[in-house]
């Protein structure tokens, strides 16, 4: 048993299973049986190979989907019994998602599409105007606020993504491949600004093919066939939640991330 204490887990998986039923005997175990403990403010990279369940896993972990079997605890709270209503709550609250197609709506402006998390919790818009521009700002965006998708570089809408993963304060952030259609130097400015956040506090969990991009990270697990093959500690995790700090030297400088405080 690890000495890890429970109150410093982000996550606790055990046994955790996604089999996806085709019909008749066809079935695929995405997840064949997982274990897996994250503590508070890590940062953790998920590699292997293409089908090997990664996208799955996060898919899980983010309260997505359900799994089959299996237990997950994220914090003290049991989310693979929850109901839908429950789970997308819990989303709500301590989950932002960055995924490599940006996901952002194209009738929307980049201030609109960084209050969509707010909308679908049910908040007076209103009052997270000056919030949201502060994401906004964050991610280096306050000078194209009101520009649609469409009229973005890649870079720009992937940091809009950001800010918008932000918005709730969540504990803990996921990224599918969050790199994968930037060009390097553009994909290095999205890296540094997640490092930054897990600086800052916010647990990581990234996938990706890229080894330079799992290097950031202080865990590297590598999955195959739905199951954790091995894994590579880069370089030692908090062993709990840092306190805030003040401005740091790298990305988002100018201000640290606030809780939502209207
Ligand atoms: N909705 C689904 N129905 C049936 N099978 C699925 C479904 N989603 C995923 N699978 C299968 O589960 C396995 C794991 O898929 P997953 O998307 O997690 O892989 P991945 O590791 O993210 O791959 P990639 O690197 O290509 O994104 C694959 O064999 C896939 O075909
Ligand atoms: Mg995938």
Same mark, same amino acid.
């Given at each position: =048993?690890?000495?890890?204490?429970?109150?410093?887990?982000?996550?606790?998986?055990?046994?955790?299973?996604?089999?996806? *039923?085709? /019909?008749? *005997?066809?079935?695929?175990?995405?997840?064949?049986? @997982?274990?897996?403990?994250?503590?508070?403010? %890590?940062?953790?990279?998920?590699?292997?190979?293409?089908?090997?369940?990664?996208?799955? =896993?996060?898919?899980?972990? /983010?309260?997505?989907?359900?799994?089959?079997? /299996?237990?997950? +605890?994220?914090?003290?709270?049991?989310?693979?019994? =929850?109901?839908?209503?429950?789970?997308?709550? !819990?989303?709500?609250?301590?989950?932002? +998602?960055?995924?490599? %197609?940006?996901?952002?709506?194209?009738?929307?402006?980049?201030?609109?599409?960084?209050? @969509?998390?707010?909308?679908?919790?049910?908040?007076?818009?209103?009052?997270?105007?000056?919030?949201?521009?502060?994401?906004?700002?964050?991610?280096?965006?306050?000078?194209?606020?009101?520009?649609?998708?469409?009229?973005?570089?890649?870079?720009?809408?992937?940091? @809009?993504?950001?800010?918008?993963?932000?918005?709730?304060?969540?504990?803990?952030?996921?990224?599918?491949?969050?790199?994968?259609?930037?060009?390097?130097?553009t994909g290095k400015e999205v890296l540094d600004i997640i490092s930054e956040l897990n600086?800052?506090?916010?647990?990581?969990?990234?996938?990706?093919?890229?080894?330079?991009?799992?290097?950031?990270?202080?865990?590297?697990?590598? =999955?195959?066939?739905?199951?954790?093959?091995?894994?590579? @500690?880069?370089?030692?995790?908090?062993?709990?939640?840092? %306190?805030?700090?003040?401005?740091?030297?790298?990305?988002?400088?100018?201000?640290? !991330?606030?809780?939502?405080?209207?």
């Amino acid at each position: =048993m690890s000495a890890t204490h429970s109150h410093d887990l982000m996550i606790r998986i055990i046994g955790l299973r996604k089999t996806y *039923e085709l /019909g008749g *005997e066809n079935r695929v175990h995405a997840l064949a049986g @997982v274990d897996l403990e994250v503590t508070n403010g %890590s940062y953790i990279a998920i590699m292997g190979p293409s089908g090997s369940g990664k996208s799955t =896993m996060l898919n899980l972990l /983010g309260c997505l989907d359900r799994p089959t079997s /299996g237990a997950y +605890f994220l914090g003290d709270e049991d989310v693979a019994r =929850m109901s839908d209503d429950q789970l997308s709550e !819990v989303r709500g609250r301590r989950i932002g +998602f960055i995924f490599q %197609s940006y996901n952002l709506i194209a009738q929307l402006t980049v201030l609109e599409n960084i209050q @969509v998390p707010l909308f679908y919790q049910g908040k007076d818009l209103r009052q997270y105007h000056e919030h949201c521009e502060k994401m906004a700002d964050l991610v280096g965006l306050s000078d194209r606020l009101h520009h649609r998708p469409n009229q973005l570089s890649g870079g720009q809408q992937q940091r @809009v993504a950001i800010a918008r993963s932000l918005v709730n304060d969540p504990l803990m952030i996921l990224a599918d491949e969050p790199t994968g259609n930037l060009d390097s130097k553009t994909g290095k400015e999205v890296l540094d600004i997640i490092s930054e956040l897990n600086r800052q506090g916010k647990t990581i969990v990234l996938v990706t093919h890229d080894d330079k991009v799992a290097a950031r990270a202080h865990r590297i697990i590598h =999955m195959k066939d739905g199951l954790i093959d091995r894994e590579v @500690v880069n370089r030692p995790a908090p062993t709990s939640r840092p %306190s805030t700090r003040g401005p740091g030297t790298g990305a988002l400088s100018a201000a640290t !991330v606030q809780p939502l405080n209207p």
